[in-house]
């Protein structure tokens, strides 16, 4: 198992989704307006972590990843853990 060739995939996989969000912070003009998407994206949030681990679940099955132990899980999570909170950073900052 490559640790970082599924740090990239998964990266590559949900920068596509937050790319595709249509409505950013920047394309909202009144503070009203603002207030509203980060609202909504604060309470996404639960969501958008379900997103990135079914993503996960998918780039492992293709890969056909296979724990040997619940350590190796472990230690893929914790390799993983950085990378998971930029992503919903980007997605809340977006």
Same mark, same amino acid.
């Given at each position: ?5 599924? $740090? ?13 969000? *249509? $409505?950013?912070?920047? *394309? ?7 207030? &509203?998407?980060? *609202?909504? $994206? ?32 472990? &230690? ?8 998971? $909170? &930029? ?8």
């Amino acid at each position: 198992m490559n640790k970082e060739l599924i $740090k990239e995939e998964l990266e590559d996989e949900i920068n596509l989704i937050i790319t595709s969000n *249509s $409505k950013t912070f920047k *394309s909202t003009s009144g503070l009203q307006e603002k207030l &509203e998407m980060w *609202s909504t $994206k604060l309470g996404g949030v639960e969501d958008f972590a379900t997103t990135i681990t079914k993503k996960l679940n998918e780039i492992l099955e293709k890969h056909n990843v296979k724990f040997k132990n619940e350590s190796e899980k472990n &230690e893929l999570i914790t390799f993983l853990n950085p990378t998971i $909170k &930029e992503l919903i950073l980007k997605n809340i900052r977006k």
